[in-house]
T-cell receptor
Framework: EPEVTQTPSHQVTQMGQEVILRCVPI?????FYWYRQILGQKVEFLVS????????KSEIFDDQFSVERPDGSNFTLKIRSTKLEDSAMYFC????????????FGPGTRLTVL | QQQVKQSPQSLIVQKGGISIINCAYE??????FPWYQQFPGKGPALLIA?????SEKKEGRFTISFNKSAKQFSLHIMDSQPGDSATYFC??????????FGTGTSLTVIP
């Protein structure tokens, strides 16, 4: 069964450093998403991406965040200068269509900022 | 602003019992309400979803009840099994794109 994969499973970084979280969406999916989940809290939408453009983003997704689809398979989230409060589980998701369609989530990357 | 409120935070049910998780929303523009199930170490997985044109949707042992006037919806798990032990998130969306998630309910089904 096709699935969304994410690497690394756990990333530890120093405050102020740049991190890149990687995702490989399901191959025939066209819409890609990033969410985060701070420990013990709800899952929060960050951004959606389609046709090499951001289609929607939340207030959390400020200038320190960026997304990219550098090739035909990977989808990345870059955090330019990490803060302590960026520590969270980051989930990538993908869907075939945009609206009202099942989003398939990856297993997540746990980011720890020291 | 908390767009979707979920309760209870945790729930313990005997095997064979009914698990009920409730959610309430504020934004009347929401028109898609999925429930996600998450096991430890895994990402959320879609369990069942409903649009507001129906008041109930059933898939196997899982049922969503939807009350548009009260702006509430709930998940009922019939004949709960130990394998149902997981965290359940309700969510809402008005574009089908950006989901607003509830805070999650940790369900434990005791054998």
């Amino acid at each position: 069964e096709p699935e969304v994969t994410q690497t690394p499973s756990h990333q530890v970084t120093q405050m102020g450093q740049e991190v890149i979280l990687r995702c490989v969406p399901i191959s025939n999916h066209l819409y890609f998403y990033w969410y985060r989940q701070i420990l013990g809290q709800k899952v929060e939408f960050l951004v959606s991406f389609y046709n090499n453009e951001i289609s929607e983003k939340s207030e959390i997704f400020d200038d320190q965040f960026s997304v990219e689809r550098p090739d035909g398979s990977n989808f990345t989230l870059k955090i330019r200068s990490t803060k302590l409060e960026d520590s969270a589980m980051y989930f990538c998701a993908s869907s075939v269509m945009l609206s009202y369609n099942e989003q398939f989530f990856g297993p997540g990357t746990r980011l720890t900022v020291l | 602003q908390q767009q979707v409120k979920q309760s209870p935070q945790s729930l313990i049910v005997q095997k064979g019992g009914i698990s009920i998780i409730n959610c309430a929303y504020e934004n009347t523009a929401f028109d898609y309400f999925p429930w996600y199930q998450q096991f430890p170490g895994k990402g959320p997985a879609l369990l069942i979803a409903i649009r507001p044109d129906v008041s109930e949707k059933k898939e196997g042992r899982f049922t969503i009840s939807f009350n548009k006037s009260a702006k509430q919806f709930s998940l009922h798990i019939m004949d709960s099994q130990p394998g149902d032990s997981a965290t359940y998130f309700c969510a809402a969306s008005n574009t089908g794109n950006q989901f607003y998630f509830g805070t999650g309910t940790s369900l434990t089904v005791i054998p």
